[in-house]
């Protein structure tokens, strides 16, 4: 078996996951951990019950690479390194001496009779029974991200569900979500407006950014907002800044706080829940200055804020594109490949794997435990 990379080394993408520190896959259970993949589920499920979670984490303990959880759900190796997961893979492929070709950048495949029959770089054509395209999707251009892989599968008569950036901070019309730069809200909702052909939530932290937000629950919706923007010009989110408290349970909140500790400032009870920095901007928005004690809040006033906090608008203008991305929406599209083998239904001795495939999945270790699943999947079939 001969691996064909465009780069002089293996594994760039695979050293910057995870900040560096690789979160591979998670403790999620098989079948817990299907279902995060949405509306992909069924087709991802073949792959990754061949090898889901517990074995591949047994696999890298073969490799001599533990791993641990420090937080009961991300799945990391103990060394704290996607380096030692690269090399650990390289060191495997040297012992069961898999050729790598390096600076060799897949120009074109050879079909012939409906199956392939080689493939052809700027070093000449090499003869093959059979290839697995894993060449990855569009992010991180500057480590051999590109729209290579999408161009040889369309070459071969696949159709290219169009990619967009996905796992990527959003950028915003309104400006106030730049002043918060920095700030973190640990929990909060997001809602997708169906206004523009898109829907869904999403619950987890938030970051605001000098360009609008990030944070694990905006890259887990960034995706669709993106998807979303090649059609639009802008995209609606709505965000619940306090998932676990309805609107009649802030009503009662604001009473009580009326009753009992009236005296206190407006911002001085939004402030524990909201953040300082955060409450000051909504009080802005209505008008409500800072300083108001909450006895003297009207009922206009209190249901003004209780709106803001529980629907509060944001406009999606952009997003920071593939540089930024941690993967790509879109690919290959799963109607043309078999979910069972990974294996073109197309082009015969053809089998595909990971990003290049339209599937993309939440933070968390998802798209990397894919990757491998799928990468598994394709060549054990690729071999039969």
């Excluded at 079948?31 to 499920?45: L, P």
């Excluded at 060394?79 to 690269?86: E, K, L, P, Y």
């Excluded at 890259?219 to 408290?245: F, K, Q």
């Excluded at 800072?290 to 249901?303: D, F, G, I, K």
């Amino acid at each position: 078996m001969t691996v064909y990379e465009q780069l002089p080394e293996p594994g760039a993408r695979l050293l910057v996951t995870g900040g560096g520190h690789c979160n591979f896959t998670n403790t999620l259970a098989t079948d817990d951990c299907i279902r995060r993949f949405g509306e992909k589920r069924r087709f991802v499920a073949p792959a990754i019950k061949a090898l889901d979670g517990n074995r591949l984490r047994l696999f890298f303990e073969e490799l001599e690479i533990a791993s641990y959880s420090p937080d009961g759900f991300h799945v990391l190796p103990l060394s704290n390194s996607a380096h030692s997961i690269r090399d650990a893979l390289r060191q495997a492929c040297r012992e069961l001496n898999i050729a790598f070709r390096f600076n060799h950048r897949v120009d074109s495949l050879q079909i012939s009779g409906g199956r392939v029959t080689g493939i052809r770089t700027a070093h000449g054509t090499e003869p093959a029974s059979g290839i697995v395209l894993a060449t990855g999707g569009a992010s991180y251009p500057s480590l051999g991200g590109g729209e290579s892989g999408f161009k040889l599968a369309h070459m071969a008569g696949h159709t290219i569900v169009p990619p967009c950036p996905a796992l990527v901070p959003l950028i915003t019309r309104e400006t106030w979500p730049v002043t918060l730069a920095g700030v973190t809200l640990p929990r909060i909702t997001i809602s997708l407006a169906e206004k523009v052909g898109f829907r869904g939530t999403a619950t987890g932290s938030l970051l605001f950014t000098h360009k609008g937000i990030s944070g694990p629950v905006v890259l887990d919706i960034s995706g669709r907002v993106a998807a979303a923007l090649m059609t639009h010009t802008a995209a609606e989110i709505i965000l619940d800044l306090d998932p676990d408290r309805t609107i009649e349970a802030w009503q009662e909140h604001i009473e009580k706080s009326r009753n009992e500790h009236g005296a206190q400032t407006v911002l001085a009870m939004l402030a524990p829940i909201l953040t300082v920095a955060l409450a000051k901007t909504l009080l802005q928005r209505t008008d409500v200055p800072a300083a108001t004690n909450v006895a003297r809040l009207s009922r206009a006033q209190s249901r003004a804020l209780i709106m803001l906090v529980k629907k509060l608008p944001i406009t999606c203008v952009g997003t920071e594109g593939f540089n930024k991305a941690m993967v790509t929406k879109g690919g290959v599209t799963l109607a043309e490949i078999c979910p069972k083998t990974l294996a073109s239904k197309l082009v015969r001795g053809l089998f595909f794997a990971g990003e290049i495939l339209d599937v993309d999945g939440p933070c968390g270790g998802f798209n990397l435990q894919w990757a491998f699943a799928s990468g598994f999947l394709a060549a054990r079939n690729l071999n039969n």
